[in-house]
């Protein structure tokens, strides 16, 4: 049995539209959202990343979706690589904070994923640009995912630090090879104790494949029984009454995705934690 006191684990996938083999036969696009929303309470956007969303978009996700739904939106890239005009950031960041204003005032808002590609580097710029988004998103959760190895490889001690100190949540990720591939090692360690967000991408086995073919074998990957209580203990552990904690799988071929995100909840439950 569920118990209030532990606080809720949000568990959901990367996207909803594309689950193939999930959705009943017969239902239509537009109502995949609905459907999807009475099986998992999160989801994070990511076409948001790659274009413009409007506001009566996500207003009309939010009418689609049960009163306890939340969604995590992914910022665009314009608003999450630093562009040389600090003035133009700003805007762009403006635009990104008040686009999902129809989220917040259904309640449906959990806040923002900012991806830093494997381009940006830890450097002055891109400080400024993480101050910048932080004073630009006023309280709303930011996640920062990060990408090029410098960050949580030789700098690992001034990022994690630098990221508690703007209030910056870095993004734990499962890439349990990272340190035999050149990829950065995992955070272990929550930089906002109110705040823990999890992706779960998929795991490969083989060694010295190139980055475009250990894509692929992640998105194969079917997390096993395993591997998913493995995860579950990673994400309790950190866990806190305290803490809004997001669990996103982005395993991404057919129903990986999705099925590893119910038997996650189904864990969770089983251990007495609420989950949406």
Known sequence: MSNASVGRIWVGTANWSDHTGFYPRGTKPGERLAYYASRLGVV???ASFYRRIEPSVYA?????TPEAFTFLVKAHRAVANPPRDRQLAAE?????FKGVEPLREAGKFGGFLVQLG???RPKPETYEHLALLRDGMGDDPIAIELRHPAWLGEMRAET???LHALGLGAVIADEPRAAAVGLPEPVEELTVPTLAYYRFMGRDSAGGVSARERRALRAEHAYMDAEIAELANLVTARHDPATATFVIFYNKKGPNRVEAAMRMAAVLERRGYLTG
């Not at 009309?60 to 689609?64: D, H, K, M, N, R």
């Not at 762009?92 to 990104?96: E, F, H, L, P, R």
């Open 92 to 96: 762009y960041i403006a635009n990104q």
């Open 60 to 64: 009309q996700w939010a009418e689609q």
């Open 160 to 162: 994690l630090e630098r």
């Open 118 to 120: 494997a381009n940006v």
């Open 44 to 46: 994070e956007v990511n």
